[in-house]
């Protein structure tokens, strides 16, 4: 019985210590293991660097078709998503009381034609008159002188000279005044006349009704808008880019617009027009992007992604994004060298939107990137063991 103990006890001994080695060994392999890493080698790859931004479709002409006079819409000859040209007919207003006044203003232009004529009349008779007493004047002056006659009758007749060239003048007078009523009379046409004109809107240029905002019936004042009108060759996307993903943004840029309606289809556009004041609170800068090919169907205000070609490199060395960190201010990657890290500073290039970014300098094709979890990351150090991992 005692060597049985003893034997048992002697057991007890030996396996404590195998169960301490079992124990620092998996701690080892566990919690005290080196963190694993994935790695990876830089390789030759074509590069897009795109630019994001997110916007709506615009159109850069739109116009709103209002009357110039207050009228009550009798007729619409136009519909939204109607194609319409320059001069076509879209609306008419009342027009009963402004025709009344265009010929009451027709009336008077007429009646100032035929006094016209009277006054001509009464002055080609003043002239006549004028040129008898004239005469008479003379002879009976010219008798006086010879005391054939009264000096009192030849001033008589000198008198009836003098009234004869008063009224010529007084004729004239009246000529120039019933001119000057038809000139009144002719601007009084052409006004009712624009009046009448005024009733019909027209389309004052191509273009597409993007919302006719009154009905038949409705009435309309000057400005109101009856039809907002667009202009297809002028639909654009107004994005908004941050400021810093601006640098290579320039007009003539080639795009790729998305439009939500069809998020399947790449559209080609081009930079048109930037804008020279960002905004102070998202601190973003509006970019006008044109489509290439007009949009057959569009819808304005839609929610569209575009992405700006800014830079295109075909065979440029290049590695995951997120292999790259930033360190004291300069870019570099972690290398592994024996199982240990190690700070390699590198120049970058440009990006794409597969999350690769070109590699300009300071790596060639064989040495070992690590790259894990952001938070991972963020704990490497010079010389730390990892441990290269799936």
């Given at each position: 019985m005692d060597l049985m103990k003893s034997l048992a006890r002697k057991k007890i001994y030996l396996i404590w210590p195998l169960l301490v080695l079992v124990l620092v060994t998996a701690l080892k392999m566990t919690l005290f293991a080196p963190p694993k890493v994935q790695v990876v080698t830089v390789a030759k790859r074509d590069i897009t660097s795109q630019i994001y931004g997110n916007g709506t479709v615009e159109a850069k002409v739109v116009v709103a078709v209002s009357s110039k006079i207050t009228g009550r819409i009798v007729e619409l000859y136009a519909d939204q998503g109607d194609q319409v040209k320059r001069g076509q007919l879209l609306a008419r207003l009342e027009n009963d009381d402004v025709l009344q006044q265009q010929q009451q203003s027709e009336a008077g232009l007429n009646r100032s034609y035929?006094?016209?004529?009277?006054?001509?009349?009464n002055?080609?008779?003043?002239?006549?008159?004028?040129?008898?007493?004239?005469?008479?004047?003379?002879?009976?002056?010219?008798?006086?002188?010879?005391?054939?006659?009264?000096?009192?009758?030849a001033e008589q007749y000198d008198t009836v000279y003098e009234v004869a060239r008063e009224e010529v003048a007084r004729s004239q007078a009246a000529v120039e005044a019933v001119r000057m009523e038809q000139k009144s009379g002719h601007a009084g046409v052409g006004f009712a006349k624009s009046k009448v004109?005024?009733?019909r809107i027209y389309a004052p240029q191509d273009g597409i009704i993007i919302t006719r905002d009154l009905e038949k019936g409705s009435t309309v004042s000057p400005g109101m808008p009856i039809f907002t009108l667009a202009d297809p060759q002028t639909i654009w996307v107004k994005a908004n880019v941050d400021e810093s993903q601006l640098k290579g943004v320039d007009v003539g840029k080639r795009a790729i617009i998305t439009l939500r309606s069809s998020a399947g289809d790449q559209l080609p556009g081009h930079v048109v027009r930037l804008g020279h004041q960002s905004d102070r609170v998202t601190e973003e800068l509006e970019v006008d992007v044109a489509f290439n090919e007009p949009l057959k169907n569009f819808h304005l205000g839609e929610q569209s992604d575009l992405y700006i070609i800014t830079?295109?490199?075909?065979?440029?060395?290049?590695?995951?994004?997120?292999a790259i960190v930033s360190q004291d201010k300069k870019n570099g990657v972690w290398?592994?060298?024996?199982?240990?890290?190690?700070?390699?500073?590198?120049?970058?290039?440009?990006?794409?939107?597969?999350n690769v970014t070109e590699i300009v300098s300071g790596l060639d094709g064989g040495q070992l990137v690590a790259f894990a979890s952001p938070t991972e990351m963020t704990k490497f150090q010079d010389g730390m063991k990892v441990r290269i991992g799936k």
């Open positions: 035929a006094n016209l004529n009277v006054e001509q009349a002055l080609h008779k003043a002239r006549a008159n004028q040129v008898l007493a004239e005469k008479n004047a003379q002879r009976f002056k010219a008798l006086a002188e010879k005391n054939l006659v009264s000096k009192l009758e004109a005024d009733t830079g295109m490199k075909k065979g440029a060395l290049a590695l995951p994004s997120a290398l592994v060298t024996n199982g240990k890290l190690s700070f390699k500073e590198v120049v970058v290039g440009i990006s794409d939107r597969q």
